[in-house]
């Protein structure tokens, strides 16, 4: 059974003229691996959070991105030696492998399509003793202070201003519903699926 850590729990803030904003931030154990999924704009951050776990960078064998937004890429640059997933490559150095997108290679951890936010989009499922955790990305999230309420209407309403498909993230929101016991949004807080199937 995996294990997952959220290191860093997403936030973003309107400000002046834009967002100040980091991804949630999550650390999965699965087959012998250290697996970290979005790995944020605040360096400081990600580093004490893995320091906590008694990690260094070094020690991470994966980084997934959900989807390419630089609020959740621009810490890759601390994981020179990190093999960097996305829904359907990997990437070492300049070299490109494509792999059949259904999971993470060589662990349980499931990949499914979650297109609506990012044409690119992916989610992570994973099986834990809490249940099955939905690592969603971008899917899900909102401006700290604005959590909405967590039936499956409001929450397949949820306004998205950087959409750039609204079917698609319908869609994709209700596949994550159907199949999860608890969703880690992007930007805010980890929230458990009752009735929503």
């Known amino acids: 059974m995996s294990e997952i850590k959220i ?4 936030y973003a803030r309107p400000v002046k003229g834009g967002y100040l904003a980091s991804p949630s931030t999550v650390l999965i154990k699965d087959s012998g691996k250290f697996i970290l999924v979005d790995p944020g704009a605040n360096a400081k951050l990600l580093l004490q959070a893995l320091k906590k776990e008694k990690l260094k960078p070094a020690d991470i064998h994966i980084i997934f991105l959900t989807h390419y937004h630089p609020d959740h890429i621009l ?9 960097i997933y996305d829904g359907n490559t990997i990437y070492r150095g300049d070299k490109e492998i ?6 993470i290679p060589g662990t349980t951890v499931k990949i499914i399509a979650t297109p609506g936010h990012a044409h690119e989009h992916a989610s992570l499922i994973v099986k834990t003793k809490e249940g099955i955790g939905a690592i969603a990305g971008d899917v899900f999230w909102w401006d700290d202070g604005q959590e909405p309420k967590m039936d499956k209407k409001s929450l397949l309403d949820l306004k998205d201003e950087f959409v750039k498909d ?7 929101r ?8 608890y969703i880690i949004p992007g930007h805010g807080n980890k929230f458990q699926i009752t009735s929503n199937k």
């Open 174 to 181: 209700l596949k994550l519903l159907k199949m999860a016991d």
């Open 7 to 10: 290191l860093i729990a997403g």
């Open 166 to 172: 609204k079917k698609a993230l319908r869609q994709s």
């Open 98 to 103: 494509f792999y059949n997108g259904k999971n």
């Open 75 to 83: 810490n890759i640059r601390l994981f020179p030696k990190a093999d």
